[in-house]
């Protein structure tokens, strides 16, 4: 086949195998920051007020972010999306 089109060659590096790695990261997170959130919301002096909402934007991100990688890691190479 000319310039190798069409030939079927492995690919060097398998994302759907490492984003499963990158979703238990992005939960392990999100579970520090939901602690974050607990402890702040339980501390008389801190609740609410700008630390918070940073706190809250970083859980929200992150729990978007593992359920992403999820999904990624659910896909084979056969059925990736184009």
Sequence with gaps: MPN??????PP???IA?????????S???AGFAFTAIVV???????RG?????GFLTA???LLLAALTYSVLAGE???NARK
Excluded at 41 to 46: A, G, K, N, S, V
Excluded at 49 to 53: D, T, V
């Design 4 to 9: 190798g089109v069409g030939s079927c060659v």
């Design 12 to 14: 060097l590096f398998d």
């Design 17 to 25: 195998e490492t984003s499963g790695f990158y979703a238990q990261m």
């Design 27 to 29: 939960a392990v997170l």
């Design 40 to 46: 702040l919301q339980t501390h008389p002096r801190t």
């Design 49 to 53: 007020g700008p630390i918070l909402l």
């Design 59 to 61: 859980f929200v991100a």
């Design 76 to 78: 084979t190479i056969t």
